[in-house]
């Protein structure tokens, strides 16, 4: 007997096998080749070899049917990293005409048993563009997208999931998504100003507020203002407050100005942790985390380079003393990646 999970209690459904079922009668199920030999072959329940040897007929028969999609389904739920099943699907949708809506609710229940599944949000993300064509769309103010139902309800989905576990890489992507696809950039910072708020940690936030400030532009489109630096440096340094030896604010400000203002890093942001350093009230917890000395390395690096001759070797000096403090006393677990800075510095030098 076959196990089918009834959607709507997530229990199993008790099916004769689909040989003694009459809906399946005209078809003549194809096996896997494994070749004459297979060194180590998947001890597939009985069940799914069925389910797969009928799945792969109506493939090769290219059927587009009812059934076939249903059995898509049955096949998805019982291995949904089966992406032959998940392609095979989305072309019965389009050829069947079926309801975008209705499949993107069926996609919300099954990802409640495979939320991490790469294939099935890759699914999700082809059927919103399906369900709602940004051309469409790309003529109205982003307020109005927002307030759209097709994206105002997958944004509420990605929430739901993230809130479940605030760090699902693949709920964080798909937000990317549709963000990117609808160009709903405005709101997007508060919402991540949120997630942050909830957890400092939450590295994923921090990377989707790297994502909303600079709209998925390149370093070479994307203009980094005096104000907005010093706006993202503020804000990066208060949250270092809160918790000195976090790493996600420190990768988050320095990773920003390299990329997009280098000569802001010794500017604007050395002054602003030399003088949290200095600060009774957070110099023992700043000058003894390594994020600290990292930055330290990464600002005289990047300050160096603009500068030569005697200045530059003071400069470098600076990096290199930064480098050995960190492999002996506040990195060791890395001494040798500091090692190898270290001596990058030396040759440049």
């Known amino acids: 007997m076959a196990r089918v999970v009834d959607e709507e209690s997530d229990e199993g459904l008790l099916l ?20 004459k030999h297979p060194v180590c072959p998947i001890a597939y329940t009985d069940e799914y070899v069925e389910m797969t040897d009928y799945f792969r007929a109506v493939m090769a028969a290219g ?15 019982a291995n949904a990293a ?8 989305k072309k019965l949708i389009i050829d069947l005409g079926l309801d975008i809506s209705e499949e993107l609710s069926w ?7 495979h939320i991490k599944n790469y294939q099935l949000w890759h699914h999700r993300g082809a059927l919103l563009v399906l369900l709602l064509d940004p051309k469409d769309v790309e ?9 759209n139902p097709a994206i105002r309800n997958e944004l509420q989905f990605v929430s739901t999931v993230i809130e479940k576990d605030s760090k699902n890489f693949h709920a964080w992507s798909h937000r990317q998504l549709v963000v990117r696809s609808y160009g709903i950039w405005d709101q997007e ?38 104000e907005l630096a010093d706006r993202e440096i503020g804000y990066a340094v208060d949250k270092i407050k809160l918790a000195p030896n976090n790493e996600s604010p420190w990768s988050y400000i320095i990773g920003l100005l390299v990329r997009h203002a280098p000569a802001m890093l010794h500017e604007r942001l050395l002054p602003k942790i030399n003088e949290l350093a200095a600060d009774t009230d957070y110099a023992l917890a700043v000058s003894n985390t390594p994020f600290y000395w990292s930055a330290l390395v990464d600002i005289y690096e990047e300050r160096a380079k603009a500068l030569e001759g005697k200045e530059r070797s003071d400069v470098e000096a600076f990096a290199i003393e930064a480098c050995d403090l960190l492999a002996k006393r506040y990195d060791p677990v890395r001494a040798k990646y500091w090692e190898y800075r270290k001596q990058a510095l030396q040759a440049a030098s």
């Open 82 to 89: 089966h992406y032959t099943a998940w392609v095979y699907r």
């Open 139 to 147: 003529h109205e103010s982003q307020d109005q997208r927002v307030q």
């Open 16 to 35: 004769p096998p689909m040989s003694e079922q009459e809906e399946w009668s005209d078809v003549v199920p194809i096996p896997q080749d494994d070749g």
């Open 107 to 113: 996609v919300t229940e099954i990802s409640r048993r």
């Open 63 to 77: 059927e587009v049917s009812h059934r076939a999609f249903e059995l898509s389904g049955r096949v998805i739920d």
């Open 189 to 226: 910072m508060a919402f991540v100003e949120t997630q942050i708020n909830e957890d400092v940690r939450n590295n994923s936030a921090w990377n989707q507020r790297y994502f909303a400030l600079t709209a998925n532009q390149s370093a070479d489109e994307f203009v980094l203002s005096e």
